[in-house]
């Protein structure tokens, strides 16, 4: 029946690699979306756990300097806006 294929909740995956097979000093993060609203761009608002955004902020993919205590993992959050349909739950 045509029409435009309805938005469902996204799904938001985070992947990491970096320059020393994951062990550092610096990251990339991205983030992929599935899902969502489709006539929307997504914002990006990334943090860190310890170390420093060293390009990307604002975008789906970020450069980090890792600035943690040895042996201290890095974490990387982003907060999506602009494509979750209202309804879907969200998580902090």
Not at 15 to 23: L, P
Not at 36 to 55: A, E, F, L, M
Request: aromatic share 6%; proline share 7%.
């Amino acid at each position: 029946m045509g029409g435009s294929k309805p938005d469902t909740c996204p799904v938001i995956k985070i992947d990491c690699s970096s320059d020393k097979s994951c062990c550092g000093p610096t990251y990339t993060f991205t983030a992929n979306i599935t899902g969502g609203r489709v006539d929307r761009n997504p914002t990006y608002n990334w943090s860190v756990s310890c170390g420093k955004i060293t390009k990307g902020q604002g975008t789906s993919s970020i450069g980090v300097e890792a600035l943690c205590e040895k042996g201290k993992p890095i974490t990387a959050t982003v907060e999506v806006g602009n494509v979750i349909p209202d309804g879907c739950r969200t998580y902090s």
